[in-house]
């Protein structure tokens, strides 16, 4: 596990994450293409976050399971967090100086377009596979 810290574009918002998982993870669900035009990289976090400037993170409730979160000031897109576990998915792209990042999964697979695609060697979920992991988490 990894301990960093990031701030969104504006630098309003500061996030420290003591444990870091580096195994990147890519989302292709139409949530995630609409919100940010492309997939989602992220890493898990786990429930381990110290948040400054908190009052400038607006959240958005996308799904039945978790919520986005992003700066009202800059629009940097900061987390998805899962509402039961209280988890957060931080965007990768928060940490341009960790080296050790490595995608190791990509979820909605099935909902990828076909105008992209990654050439990592990855795990892959299908939409099908996803919603029954999160059936079975409620
Ligand atoms: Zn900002
Ligand atoms: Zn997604």
New binding site residues.
Partial sequence: MLSSSAQCLCGAVKITASNINPKLTA?H?E??RLWGGGA?LAVRCGTEIALEGEEHISHYDSSAWASRGFCSTCGTHLFYKLKKTGEYNLSAGLFPQVKEFRMDMQ??SDQRPEHYCFSNETKHLSRAEILEYFATQN
């Fill in positions: 989302c669900c949530s995630c989602f979820y909605f």
